[in-house]
C-alpha cells in the first residue's frame, strides 16, 4: 500500500473543501439545542442566509438531510399528483430533479436543449405561451449544472416568464452555485431555492436547505403530496418557538455559522470576483493545453467547476483515475451523457490561486500519463499569468500595510 | 452575561455526549466519497452494523437525514396509501410515527397501553387476533420511549404476533436503545428497524439508519406510497457498486467508524451492562430523594433514560431551567402528557460512573432550589454505594494490572 | 484492560483541564512564525500578559520550554556564582528553587517556616536584618507551594523587605497561582516572577514565562551565570525586532490567545472570585469529611488546590490510586514530606461547580474503598449547599435574561 | 485587509506542516502524566526514537524545550568551562553551536568551510591531528545546514577522527535532517545527537532531543558546567522510574506518538527515499529557472532543503515577501551571509509531488514579479516530468490494488 504523505488535494466539485475553521468549529461537544445560545446561532444563521438569497421576504428552511433532499422538499411540499411542471434540460442535475418530481406523481416537461448550451430563455416562454390552460405549475431551473459547468441564465428565464405573463412558480437549484454566484431571490422573483452545505458554505454534506416565498407557501397550502419529514408546515411551526420539529443538526449548523462569518467578512462581492478570478486561471489553463471545455461560449461558462473535454479516443476516466492513484487529487469524472469525456476540476468555496495551480500541475501529469498531447507547464504558465496580472499591487518594503 | 467555564455537562437523552475520539475523526478535510479508501470504510461500517443489529440476512441503508428521517423511509417505502398499520401506544414517539404514517395517508389503528406501563403483548395479539381480513400490514412498536423512559418488550410482542399467526410486518424504533440494549433483528423476527447517529451510536444528529428484512424488500416492490430521497431501491442498486445514490455524510460515515471501533472494541454485552449499570446508580439516586420514576415497574425501566416525576405542586420544566441557568447542566424536559411533570437524565453513550454522579449533584441542586424537599447528597450517596458495590476490584500495589 | 468511557476527570493542580476553544486553536495548521500575522499575536499576547501581571515597566519573556526552565532564566540571568538567595522554606517547589540556585553555584540561605503554615514575613525580615553586608542578592518566594496548598504573603513579604530596607531582588514564583489570584508586579515590588502556560492559563505544558523589572534587567546585565537558551538579553533584542531568537512555540503561543481572550472576557476579578468560591467549596467537603486540610489556618488556604490529610493509619497514596483505577480520576499525590498523607484536588483554570462535586462525589468513593471513614455523599452536600447559597439569583421565567 | 481563503501554504525549512492526524492527536484533553497510559506512551516513543536514530546503546532524553535547548544542553552536560571544542564552519546554525559554547566558556576552535561547500573530512582531521595534547574534547557537525541547504558528511567526519585515533567526543545536529535522512549513531560513532520536534517529526516546536552514547554519559560525570533544567542526570533517573523531573509536554509527546506511528508504517528508507525524490524535483525546477543551488556539487545537496540563488542585482528577500503578500505561501529568507542572496523552499516532512509544484508555481510567480528572468511555468513542467517517471506504475483497470 502507498503511504498518502502530506495535502491530498481535493479538487472535487462537491463535496468540496471544508476549512479548518469550519471543522474545528464542529469539533465542539454537544450543544443543547433547546438552550438560548443555540437558538441565538439558528436565528442569526437563518437571517444571515437571508442576506446570501438576498431575500427579504422568503423564508429560510434547513433540514437535516443531504442537498438533494431539498428536491424531495420542494415537490412533496407545492405540488399535488398529475400537476405539470416544465424542466429546461441541463444535464445530470435537471434530470434527477425531473426524476424526483415524477416519483411523486407529477408530469414533466422538458425543454430541450442543445448540447454544451445554456438553456435559452426564449425556449421556456414557448413553451409557457403554449401551455394555454395554465397546466404548467412551475419551471425548475438549475442555476449552475454541476455537471458540465454550465451557467444557466436565472434573471433571464424570469424575465421570458414575465414576458409571456404566465403565472407558474419559479423554483431554482442554486445547490453548486449559492454563495458562489450572485443570486437574487426577491429581485428575480424565485419562488422556491433549493440549496445544501457542501459546496459554496464550504460544509460537509448534510443540510438541504429551502428558501421559499410567499406565493410558494400558499401553493403549499393546497398541495396534497405527501410529505412528513419535509414537511414545510411542521419547520415553520417548530421555527417560530425558536426550535425544530426534530433534533437538529446542531454541529452542521455551528459549521454553517463559522462559514456564514467567513462569506460576509470577504463580503459576498469578493467572494464573487474570486471565484471568477480562479475559474478564469482554470479555463486559461486547459485552453493552453488545447482542450475544449463543455461550454461552447465564455458566457456560459460556471466559474464554481471547469468541465474539460477530453480529445476524441481518449477517455477521460482515465486521466481522473490517473491524478488519483499516481497523484492523490480527486477531480470530478463525467457524468451520463458525458461519462469518458470530460474530466471537472472543482473550484467552489475555500480555495486560492495556488491551489488552482496544483490542480493544473496534477491534470497536466495525468494528461501526459494517459497519452494526451499537452505541453508540461503549459496550462500553469497560462494561469500563472493571469493570477500575477490580477493580483493585488504590492509595494515592497510597504508589505505588511498589504497584508 | 455570565461566564461558562469547564465542562458543559449534557445529560440529554439524545443527541447526547459525543465522544472526543469521533468528534477529531470528524475533524479531518474532505474525503473523496468515490475512492476506494471511503467505499472501503462504508462497506466495512455497513457490515459491522450488522453485527450491532444482530442480522445476518438484513440489508443496511444510512441516509444524510435526522434519525426520525428513518420513519418517512419505512413508511413510504413499505406501504401504500390506504393501508392500515397498527401503533401501541407508548407515548410521544409513537404518535409521531403514527402521524407520519398518516401523512403517507395511512390508516392507524392504536393499541391503548395504560399510562406510565409497558405495551402489554398480549393486547397487541388481541388487535391482531381481531383483524380477520388481514388489513393490518404491520406493527409498529419503540423498544424504548424517550419520553417516558419506558422499555417496551421487543421479544414479547413478535412471540405475540406468532402466536396469533397474522403475517404483518413488525417494525421497531430502536432509535433510543441500539447500541445500547440488546436488540436481535434476526432472532426476533424484525422486519424494518429504524435508528439514528445522535444516540447509542454517540455520534452528531444526522443519519437515519434503516435495517430491512427481506420480508421487508418483498413489500417494498408494491408499495406505492411515493418516495425518491428515501427510495430503498436507489440506495440498495448504488450501494451495490460501492456508491451512493447522491452525496453521502462523509464526515459522519468517518465519526461512524471511530463510534463502530469504541461499541466493538468494548463489547456489545459490556456496553449492555454498562448502561444498565449507569442506569441503575441514576435510578437509586432518584428512589433516594423519595420521587417516582415514570415507569411504575422495574422491569420497565429504560436503561439509556431515567424519567424522574416531581412531586404534584411543581414544575418539572422549573428543575430543568434551574439545572440549566444556574448550573450550566442540560437535562431533558417531559413532553406531551408529562410535560412538566418529568424531569429526564439522560445515561446513552458515552457515559461513566461520575458523570451520573454529577448529574445527581445537579439535580439536587435544582430540586431543593425550586423546593422540592429532597436531602442534599442523598441521592449522590446512594448511587456511591451501587458504583462501589459494583466496580471492578483492585488489590492495591497491583494496580497497574487492573488498568 | 477495562474501557474509558464518557469523560476522565482530571482534577490535578497542574497541568490541568484545557478548554475545548484553547485545544482547537492550537489544533490548526502550522503558522508561518516570521509573517505579521504571528507578529501581532505575539506582541498582543506579550501587552495582555502585563494586564494580567499588572506591570507596566515589567517586560515578559516567553520560552518554549516548560514552566521550570523559568526557576533556571531566574537564577542564570540575575546571578554570578557565590552568590547568595534567600528562600523561605515552603516545601517541595521551593526546594526544588533553592536546589535550582544551587546547581547554578549559588549559597543558599533557608527561612526555615513551622509546618503547614505559611510564611512569616517577620522571619523573612530577620534574616535580612542580619545581613549587614548585603550579602543576600535576592528573597525568592513562592506564592502558592502546590505541594501543600498554601498561599503565601507576597505584598507582606515585600513591606517586610521594605522595613527593614533590604535591597535584595525579590523573585516571587507564581506558577500555580498567576491567572487564578490576584498578582500585583509593579505594586509588591517585584522584580522577577516565574510562571508557566499550564495551570492558570489552561495550556499544555510547554511555556516557562518570565516577567522581568527593570531593576532585575540592571542586575542581569553584570551577572555572570551562563546562559544561552535561556539568556534575556538574546530575547529581549530579537523581540524587539518582532521576532525570537530562535522558532517559537507557535502553537502554544496561539493557544495563549485563545486563554487571554477567555480570562480577559470573564474578567481577572471575576476570575479570582470563580476559583474562590469553587475552592471553597472544596474545602467544605473535606471539612464534611472530618479530614484536616494541610494548611492550619483558613487565611493560608491556597484557592488552586486543596490538599487533605488523610487520619494516621492510612496511606493517601491508596485514595489516589482507588480515585484513578476504578473510578477514572485523576487526583495529585502527596510530595516529599507530606508524601502518603496527603492527596490533592486540584482546581485551577477550567473548572466550574459541577466538576467540583463530581471530584468530591469521587473522592468520596475512594476513600470509602479503603477504609477511611466518611459519610457516603456528606461533602458533596456540603459543597452543594455552599454552591446553591451562592450561585446567582435565577426568576423563573425571566431565566433567559440571566443566561 | 485581504482575505486568506483555502489552503495557506507552508513551505519553509521548519518549523514544517504539521500533519492533520498529529494535530487532532495532540487536541486531546489532558491526560494524566503519571498514569499508566502516559507512562506506556512515553516508553514506547523513547523506544521507537532508539530506531530511528539507529541505536541500541544509546539513552534518549526528550526536554519541554525548542530544538535548539539541546545544544544548551549537549554543552552544559558534556563539558567544563575552559574545554575546547572543533566547530567545522557550516553556517548560520553552526555559528550558533559555537556561540552557545562559547556563552557556557568554552573555547571553540573553527574549522574553515569554503563558501557554497560541504565540511571536508580530511581538514577536520588536520585540526585533530594537530591536537597533540588532546585540548579538543569534541567536534561538533551540523549534519544538514538549513540555512544553505548543505548535507555534511557525518560518517565520513567520523572515519577521518579514527584515522587521526583522536578520542574527542563526537557531537552531531541532526535537527533540519533526523527521520528525513539516513542516521546511523551507533555505527558511525556519534555520541551525542540533538534533534527537535518540528522538522522530520511533523509537530509543533517544542520537544528538544538528545541522545547520548555511554562515552557522553561518562564524560557528563566529570562535567562542571552548571545545569538544572538541563541535566543528564535528572531526566535519567526519573525516566528509571516511569517520570519526568518536571510536567513533560504531555501533548507534544501525545503528538510524537501519532508522528512515529506515520514514520514508522511508511518505512524508514521510505520516508528517505520520498524526500529525496522531492527534493530532486524541488532542484530541477531551480534549474530550469536558470538559477543556482547554494551547494555547489549535487553529492552535497540538502533533501529538506533547496536554497536557491537569484541573480545578481536582486533581492531574495523580495521574492519571499511577493510570494507570502501576493500569494499567501511561506518561504525561507536567506541567513546571516546569504542573507538577500537566497530563498528557500522546505521540503521536509508532511510533503508530496503536488506539494512541490504547488511551491515551484508560487516561486515562479513571486521570481518573475521581482524581474527575475525565468519562464514561466518552466520549473514546474521540469519537475512534473521527474515525478511522472518516478511515480508508481498504474495499470488502469487494476488501479485499487496500487492504492
Redesign the interface.
Known amino acids: ?10 479538487m ?1 466539485p ?8 469550519v ?2 468549529a ?12 443555540f437558538v441565538a446561532l439558528r436565528d442569526r444563521n437563518l437571517e444571515r442566509m437571508k442576506a446570501i438569497l438576498k431575500t427579504t421576504k422568503g423564508f429560510v428552511i434547513t ?7 431539498a ?2 422538499a420542494s ?2 411540499n407545492l405540488f399535488s ?1 398529475g400537476d405539470k411542471v416544465l424542466v429546461p434540460q441541463t444535464g445530470f442535475f435537471a434530470d434527477r430533479w425531473a ?2 418530481s415524477r ?3 407529477l408530469e414533466v416537461e422538458l425543454v430541450p436543449t442543445p448540447e454544451r448550451r445554456a438553456v435559452d430563455p426564449e425556449a421556456v416562454a414557448r413553451h409557457l405561451a403554449a401551455d394555454t390552460k395554465g397546466a404548467i405549475k412551475a419551471v425548475m431551473l438549475i442555476q449552475n449544472e454541476t455537471a458540465t459547468g454550465i451557467r444557466h441564465p436565472v434573471a433571464e428565464v424570469r424575465a421570458a416568464m414575465n414576458r409571456v405573463g404566465h403565472p407558474a412558480l419559479y423554483l431554482v437549484d442554486t445547490i453548486s452555485s449559492l454563495a458562489s454566484y450572485d443570486f437574487r431571490m426577491d429581485e428575480w422573483g424565485v419562488d422556491l431555492a433549493v440549496s ?1 452545505s ?1 459546496k459554496g458554505f464550504m460544509l ?3 443540510l438541504a436547505i429551502v428558501a421559499v416565498s410567499q406565493k410558494a407557501l400558499a401553493a403549499h397550502k393546497t398541495a396534497r ?7 414545510f408546515a411542521d419547520m415553520m411551526r417548530a421555527n417560530k418557538d425558536g426550535y425544530f420539529p ?7 449548523l455551528r459549521g454553517l455559522r463559522a462559514s456564514l462569518d ?1 462569506l460576509l ?2 463580503g459576498l462581492d ?1 467572494v464573487y470576483a ?1 471565484h471568477r478570478r480562479l475559474a478564469e486561471g482554470a479555463r486559461l489553463g486547459v485552453a493552453a493545453w488545447g482542450l475544449k471545455l463543455c461550454a461552447k461560449e465564455p458566457r456560459w461558462h460556471s466559474d464554481t467547476v471547469t468541465a474539460a473535454c477530453v480529445p476524441a479516443g481518449f477517455n477521460s476516466d ?1 486521466v481522473v ?2 491524478a ?7 477531480l470530478g ?1 463525467g457524468l451520463s451523457k458525458v461519462a469518458g469525456k470530460v474530466f471537472r476540476i472543482g473550484h467552489i468555496g ?6 488552482i ?2 490542480a493544473l ?2 491534470c ?2 495525468a494528461l ?3 497519452g494526451v498531447p499537452v ?4 496550462g ?3 494561469a ?2 493571469h ?2 496580472a490580477t ?2 499591487k ?1 509595494e ?1 518594503g510597504l ?2 500595510k ?2
Chains 1, 2, 3, 4 share one sequence.
Not at 1 to 10: A, E, L, N, P, T
Not at 27 to 37: C, L, M, N, Q, S
Not at 246 to 252: D, E, F, G, V
Open positions: 500500500m502507498s503511504v498518502s504523505r502530506g495535502i491530498q488535494f481535493f472535487h462537491g463535496p468540496t473543501n471544508i476549512p479548518e475553521r471543522r474545528l464542529m469539533a465542539r461537544p454537544a450543544v443543547d439545542f433547546t438552550g438560548p445560545e433540514y437535516a438531510a443531504s442537498g438533494n433532499g428536491w424531495d415537490v412533496a399528483p426524476a424526483t416519483a411523486y406523481g445544501g457542501q460537509p454534506t448534510g403530496c405527501p410529505r412528513c419529514f419535509f414537511d426534530y433534533t437538529p443538526a446542531t454541529t452542521l467567513m467578512a470577504e469578493n474570486r482515465d483515475k490517473t488519483y492513484y499516481r497523484y492523490r487529487m480527486s469524472v475555500n480555495i486560492n490561486e495556488l491551489m495551480l496544483q500541475a496534477g497536466e501529469m501526459r500519463d494517459v505541453a508540461a507547464g503549459s500553469v504558465a497560462a500563472q499569468e493570477f500575477r493580483a493585488p504590492l515592497l508589505e505588511r498589504v497584508a
